[in-house]
């Protein structure tokens, strides 16, 4: 799936932060929106859907989607443009490739200081799209996660560095 638009937009496909608990069945069939698991038996209010089998994390918070995850293993998700060729995340291993290829996507960027710790660097793009990469140094450098908040917002001073 490519997610060029998804960078742009911080939709994916028909996923979106405006989504509600009945307009994921209205959209998804079961089978693409998976179990509903709560990480908390005794708490109903949030749960969690590993949809398209478990690549994408949606989290349900009160009835609506506060935020959800792609998880950029193997050969599910590519960025590609008419400025560049298709390029998997599971290739992507370092800080300099994503931006890079951001760049070259002609995709805004900046340097999000609230997720900026310790071995982990995180980038939010023009569509507020959180982009975290992992170093550890028993493991080669990986990008993690693909994340959409409704706490993160390009162009938020207080929380970016460009």
């Not at 009945?22 to 929106?33: A, R, T, V």
């Not at 992992?134 to 994340?147: H, S, T």
Request: with cysteine; charged share 20%.
């Amino acid at each position: 799936m490519n997610i060029y638009e998804f960078l742009k937009t911080g939709i994916l496909g028909k996923l979106s932060l405006e989504d509600t608990e009945e307009s994921l069945h209205q959209k998804f069939d079961k089978k693409w929106l998976g179990e509903k698991l709560f990480p908390d038996a005794n708490y109903k209010d949030v749960y969690y859907y590993y949809a398209d089998e478990g690549s994408i994390e949606i989290c349900v918070q009160f009835g609506e989607v506060a935020h959800f995850n792609i998880l950029p293993y193997g050969q599910k998700f590519y960025i590609a443009s008419s400025q560049t060729e298709k390029c998997w995340l599971g290739d992507i291993a370092t800080l300099e490739q994503f931006i890079q290829l951001l760049n070259s996507a002609g995709t805004s960027w900046a340097f999000y200081s609230r997720y900026c710790l310790r071995k982990q660097v995180t980038l939010i793009t023009e569509g507020n799209v959180l982009i975290t990469l992992m170093y550890d140094e028993q493991e080669p450098p990986y990008l993690a996660k693909l994340q959409v908040s409704s706490s993160a917002v390009f162009g938020d001073s207080s929380k970016i560095h460009s």
